[in-house]
C-alpha cells in the first residue's frame, strides 16, 4: 500500500501505548529523534492484508490500533495460525533474516500501524542505546512467544491449550489498562484452532467445557473468565476444584 500526504504524522512521545513499545525509557530528546523516524501512520481496514508472504521487507509495523493475526500457507493449501498481534506490537520482523516476509499479516478489525523504516531504525539505534536494547527486548519476546507455542504444541492436552491462551490473552488485555476478566475475541473458533493446532470441533467443545465447569462465560466471541486460578491450575496438572 503507497504512502500517502492523508497518512497522518505520529508522535510516539504523545502515544499512549509508548510504554509497551520502541519508546520505552527514551528521554524527551530521544523521543523527538524517533518521532522524526517514524513518519507515518497505515490505515488497514478489516481482513485486508498489511503484508503478504514474499513481500520485499522494507520496516516493522507498531500497532496503534486494532489486531491482526500472521499466518502462513502450508503445502497442502490450508492456513496455519501463527500468532495474533495487538496495540503495542510488532508486525514485520519475519522479514529482518531474507529481506522478505516470510508470512501474512492481516487485520482481524479496521486497525491502524506505525510504519518504522528498518534502515532508519539501525541507523537511529547506533545513536540511542535505549532504543537498540528496546528493540532486542521486543525480538526476544517474539521468540519466547515461539517457544511458548511449541511447548502448547508439544507438551499439553487440548484443555490446557485453551487455557493458556486465554490467560495470555488476558495478560495482554490486562497490560494495556483493559479487564483482564473480560475482553472481547477477534478471532474465529477456526482461527484458534489453527494457532493451537487443534480442530474446530475440539476448540467448541472446550469452551463448552470451560462454561459447564465454571472457568468462563462465553457469549458469542465476548469472553469472561469467571476462575483465573482454576486455569492456571490446569496448566500446573492440578486436579479441578
Do not use: W
Amino acid at each position: 500500500m503507497p504512502i500517502t500526504i492523508g497518512h497522518l504524522r505520529t508522535a510516539c512521545s504523545q502515544c499512549n501505548l509508548r510504554e509497551l513499545c520502541l519508546p520505552y525509557g527514551l528521554s524527551n530528546p530521544e523521543l523527538e529523534l524517533l518521532d522524526e523516524m517514524v513518519g507515518t501512520r497505515r490505515k488497514i481496514k478489516r481482513h485486508t492484508n498489511l503484508y503478504r508472504s514474499g513481500d520485499p521487507f522494507e520496516g516493522i509495523y507498531a500497532i496503534r490500533a486494532g489486531f491482526f493475526k500472521t499466518d502462513v500457507l502450508l503445502e497442502d493449501g490450508r492456513d496455519q495460525v501463527t500468532g495474533f498481534q495487538m496495540a503495542g506490537e510488532i508486525l514485520g520482523l519475519d522479514g529482518i533474516s531474507t529481506e522478505h516476509h516470510s508470512c501474512n499479516a492481516v487485520a482481524l478489525e479496521d486497525s491502524e500501524v506505525c510504519v518504522i523504516g528498518f534502515a532508519k531504525l539501525e541507523e537511529l539505534s547506533r545513536e540511542v542505546t535505549a532504543l537498540q536494547h528496546n528493540f532486542h527486548k521486543v525480538m526476544s519476546r517474539e521468540i519466547v512467544r515461539d517457544h511458548g507455542l511449541m511447548m502448547l504444541l508439544g507438551t499439553m492436552r487440548a484443555e490446557e491449550r485453551l487455557a493458556a491462551f486465554l490467560l495470555n490473552m488476558s495478560q495482554r488485555f490486562m497490560a494495556r489498562g483493559y479487564s483482564q476478566q473480560e475482553f472481547h475475541l477477534r478471532m474465529t473458533r477456526e482461527e484458534i484452532g489453527s494457532y493451537l493446532g487443534l480442530k474446530l470441533e475440539t476448540v467448541s467443545r472446550a469452551f463448552s467445557k470451560f462454561q459447564d465447569d465454571g472457568y468462563i462465560s462465553v457469549q458469542q466471541k465476548h469472553i469472561r473468565i469467571i476462575d483465573i486460578p482454576g486455569l492456571r491450575k490446569l496448566l500446573n496438572h492440578q486436579a479441578p476444584r
